[in-house]
Nanobody, 114 residues
């Protein structure tokens, strides 16, 4: 069955970095655009970034530009989100999903706090 399993969330100090991973299985990962979406406490889902199927094109929400980097390894069926210069505003549950948002993972918590 289709599975997207996020990992890498943790408590991070402001200004710190963290890399999230999303392991995909049950579908042909290399054929799909992929995305990261987050939900901060008490707030709506927010799209963060998208990468196309071969990794050649990426897009970011304005607040993530220059700080976050989405990437993928199609040989490992894995999606990544490198997050740098983290601030408390980045505290959220981070989900990976297909680019059409029809497949989602369970999420991983990132908390940015001193």
């Amino acid at each position: 069955q289709v599975q997207l399993v996020e990992s890498g969330g943790d408590l991070v100090q402001p200004g710190g970095s963290r890399r999230l991973s999303c392991a995909a299985s049950g579908f042909t990962f290399k054929n799909y655009n992929m995305a990261w979406i987050r939900q901060a406490p008490g707030k709506r889902l927010e799209w963060v970034s998208t990468i196309n199927s071969n990794g050649g094109s990426t897009n970011y929400v304005k607040s993530a530009k220059g700080r976050f980097a989405i990437s993928r390894d199609n040989t490992k069926n894995t999606l990544y989100l490198q997050m740098n210069s983290l601030s408390p505003d980045d505290t959220a549950v981070y989900y990976c999903a297909t680019g059409s948002f029809d497949k989602w993972g369970q999420g991983t918590q990132v908390t940015v706090s001193s």
